[in-house]
């Protein structure tokens, strides 16, 4: 176990290629499906239902890197295992982060494609009353637009151009999180539960950071959301 | 079922339809199915009300294939996932069935399936239109429902119908669960129950009415949003008061008592201007009155059908 989690720390860049191949797969399945199709019987409610699904589930996966390095760094001390308890011994997982994040951008991209495409057929004026009479789609709208914004600065180049301004144009992503579930619970229907969970999931990952910067006795200068050296 | 013919027919249209799927892609089928266009022959055009007895045929899509219609269903009763009702409604017993016809008649029944199609059966091929935006195109057999109303007589003071589905929490699983308030109920007013265009459903596609879509029998008002038309019916009450009907009572703010298909009036998170016809990929427009408008539209003269929606 010690030994995996070494490897993977020190292999980092083996190991992103390996989330890499994986996160092409939900894209590769749903691209068959519609090729074949294969979709089921309501086939425009399952493009939308699976490009949805897979922009917020790597949307919650990046939100959950910080904390959970924080959270095995902490187990593995409760644990008494050799390797593990430093931050840095994680560090792997935030080397991760940027393409996870640009995974979601990727998939809710393709959702907001098939939107336009398959539902308004490029009909701008039917775009503009679905912004006013849908507030659903505002709110999807304005969270594509910041995943946009973070996904064009992710760049080193640029993040090193913007210095200070990057980090906090990049907090955004919690107000983007929250707009993003505001948007499936506007979606769902009364009886749905689903938005509560996703809700759950959210509330989890920035109560975490929340509670991490309020409290003096958590607070860690290396625990800066970037990889750590100590 | 009577109904030989058209049974053969249907059959051949979707194993028809299954071959040409098979053949081309769903792009080329909703080209050649775009060339279709819903109309009704101009010579109803009506300002008044239809009579019970007018002979009325339709124009209509290509079907539906079976398939589709019975493996996609909203039925909360077995469970909110739409492929989980065929399955979740077969342990449904529908027979015997009696339902009630009581309220304020002059002639309060209680009658079998046999009995309620002795009253002489129908078959119309309509458009159904989901409020969640997806359509099907729907050959179904039943029983006009004002043939049921001109035999029980109802009272001066009766202004609306009243519809209740079974309470049957043993065989119907989702029943257990406080979802909704059960038994669903729907309602309608007196003169949309009516009109010849509502019929109460035993058959479709020529057979027995599938348990996931109703059995034995359930409403179909094709001008509305599919969740006005009730399954499993037990009870037909005429009231005097609008009833309160079950998605009204979860959110009376986005399920109308009229739900009539309007492409003018948005739902909060379904578009209605448009809709997907199931099997096609690309969304088409929706029309006032699910196309029906001919034959309902005076229903509604001089309502604000976007206050009343």
Known sequence: MNSILKYLNQHDGQLRLAIFSLSTLPFIRLYLDYWFDDLGINPFASLIERSGFWGVFFLLVTLAITPFRRWFSWLSSLLRLSYGKRLSDWNYLIKCRRMLGLWSLFYVSIHLLIYLHFELGWWLEDFWLDITERYFITFGLVSWVLLVLLGITSPDRIRRAMGKKWRQLHRSIYALAILSIIHIYLEAKPTETDPYWYGLIVFVLLMHRIVVSKFRTLRRKDDTGMPSYR | ?309
């Open chain 2, 1 to 309: 079922m009577q109904h030989q013919s058209e049974e053969v027919t249907s059959e051949a249209i979707y194993l028809n339809r299954r071959h040409f799927l098979r053949m081309s892609s769903i792009r080329a089928l909703q080209l050649a199915s775009a060339g279709y266009a819903l109309s009704a022959s101009p010579a109803v055009w009506a300002s008044q009300a239809l009579e019970c007895n007018d002979a009325l045929t339709f124009k209509h899509d290509e079907l539906t294939p079976f398939k589709s219609a019975t493996h996609y269903n909203n039925f909360y009763e077995f469970s909110p996932d739409k492929k989980a009702v065929a399955i979740l409604a077969q342990e449904l017993t529908t027979e015997p069935w009696n339902i009630e016809v009581g309220g304020l008649v002059e002639n309060p029944l209680s009658l079998s399936i046999e009995q309620l199609t002795a009253l002489g059966t129908v078959d119309r091929t309509y458009h159904f239109r989901c409020v969640e935006g997806w359509s099907m195109v729907i050959p179904w057999t039943g029983v006009q429902l004002c043939k049921l109303i001109e035999k029980v007589k109802p009272l001066k003071e009766a202004r609306y119908v009243k519809f209740s589905s079974i309470y049957r929490p043993e065989e119907m699983i989702s029943q257990r669960r406080p979802t909704m308030d059960w038994p669903y109920v729907e309602g309608l007013r007196l003169d949309e129950a009516q009109n010849p265009l509502t019929i109460l459903a035993t058959g479709m596609y020529g057979k027995p009415l599938p348990k996931q879509n109703g059995a034995p029998l359930r409403l179909v008002v094709p001008w509305k949003y599919g969740f006005k038309s009730i399954k499993t019916i037990k009870k037909i009450e005429f009231v005097s008061e609008r009833p309160e009907t079950s998605w009204m009572r979860l959110a009376p703010s986005e399920y109308g008592f009229y739900a009539n298909v309007n492409p003018e009036v948005a739902h909060p998170r379904w578009s209605q201007r448009k809709e997907v016809r199931l099997g096609e990929l690309k969304k088409r427009r929706t029309k006032p009155f699910n196309g029906y408008e001919e034959y309902v539209a005076h229903l509604y003269q001089g309502m604000n059908l976007t206050e009343n929606f």
